[in-house]
């Protein structure tokens, strides 16, 4: 520190040692951001779910009164709850996949095949031209889906097994650390924030009820729509009900179609193979329950996770935009920068109208 006599430097050498400590800045973000990069994904895991089950780890680690005991016990708590569903659900998955009988489904269509096609030259349609112009073009279409960025997105959910066990270690372990500096981060967040301390705050309270919102309020609906889609092949007498269910589980995590993709054409295989009012069933119950339980449920998850307050409209685009850019991740990630870009537009607003106000009064 100069002494208060020192000559101080001129203005301008203050200005270039300024210039100097912001690009030596930005150069270090930078690079910190390149080594974290292949890590991304993890990292914003790890921190969604420290969010999603901060309650219960405050309560062990009040009870204990042993921060790091409790923060170890809370992630293998995590790993179990992810990974023992995973593993029971993928036996009796397989179990079950190896008792489908295609065989039967195909000798079925084959022998609806003639009506179907008396049915179709009735209303204008020539069957054979149909299946004709779906197989020459169907490579087309499907080389335009998965290579663009939705097809990417969608890809990557279903090759998402293959990196689950490497970014679930990466997680969990970075977990444990968020756990046991999670005061220290907020803090550190806060302190470094070019917002005012309140402000900061709230972009990072907001960000953790969207995150509770998006991945509790996520797998509920997934969970109970899955269990309805099973119900209802259970009923019509479709094979395989564990395995449907699980799908539809899978797909209802979608923005669009969802558990339509499933019901929708098993409902077509009933018409075909003469099943109808069992077609007809299925059609009525996956529009007035299966799709209205995720209408209902949705929009009370929200309010209660306090995020209530964003539109159904733009959280349908950052579902949809969000598995476009980070694939299986998007589903949370999406409304995250949604509410993020929300809350700042909010505090923005606010500055406005402050500024506004005093100019008024001025």
């Known amino acids: 520190m100069l002494p208060a006599d020192a000559p101080r430097p001129p203005p301008t050498q203050e200005v270039y040692r300024g210039l100097l400590l912001f690009a030596g800045t930005v150069l270090a973000v930078w690079a910190f951001g390149l080594i974290l990069l292949p890590f991304v994904v993890p990292l914003a895991w790890a921190l969604c779910l420290a969010a999603v089950t901060q309650r219960p780890h405050a309560w062990l680690r009040a009870r204990w009164g042993r921060p790091r005991l409790a923060a170890g016990a809370m992630t293998l708590a995590t790993g179990l709850v992810i990974v023992a569903p995973m593993v029971v659900a993928s036996l009796l998955l397989l179990a079950e996949a190896r008792t489908i009988d295609y065989r039967g489904a195909v000798e079925a269509i084959e022998a609806r095949a003639p009506q179907l096609d008396d049915g179709l ?69 806060v302190e470094i924030s070019p917002l005012e301390p309140r402000e900061t705050e709230k972009i990072l309270d907001r960000l953790r009820r969207m995150t509770s919102a998006a991945i509790v309020g996520g797998l509920l609906i997934a969970v109970l729509q899955g269990a309805l ?78 995020a209530e307050d964003i539109h159904p409209l733009l959280l349908f685009f950052a579902f949809l935009s969000g598995i476009a850019l980070f694939g299986v991740s998007g589903i949370v990630f999406g409304p995250l920068l949604i509410a993020l870009l929300l809350t700042v537009l909010e505090i923005y607003r606010g500055h406005t109208r402050e500024a506004a106000h005093l100019g008024e009064g001025a």
């Open 229 to 306: 889609g099973g119900l209802a092949f259970v009923i019509v007498g479709l094979q395989s009900p564990l395995l449907w269910s699980f799908v539809m589980a899978c797909f209802s995590l979608l923005p669009f179609g969802g558990t339509a993709l499933v019901w929708v054409p098993a409902a077509g295989y009933l018409f075909v193979v003469g099943e109808t009012g069992d077609g007809i069933f299925l059609l009525a119950f996956g529009t007035l329950v299966i799709g209205t339980a995720d209408n209902l449920l949705r929009p009370w998850v929200l309010r209660r996770t306090g």
């Open 121 to 189: 030259r009735e209303v204008g349609v020539d069957l054979g031209v149909l299946v004709t112009s779906i197989r020459d073009n169907a490579p087309g279409w499907v080389e335009r889906l998965v290579q663009g960025p939705l097809g990417r997105g969608t890809l990557s959910i279903v090759l998402a097994p293959l990196v689950f066990l490497v970014f679930l270690v990466l997680t969990l372990v970075t977990q444990y650390f968020v756990y046991c500096e999670g005061p220290r981060l907020w803090s550190m967040a």
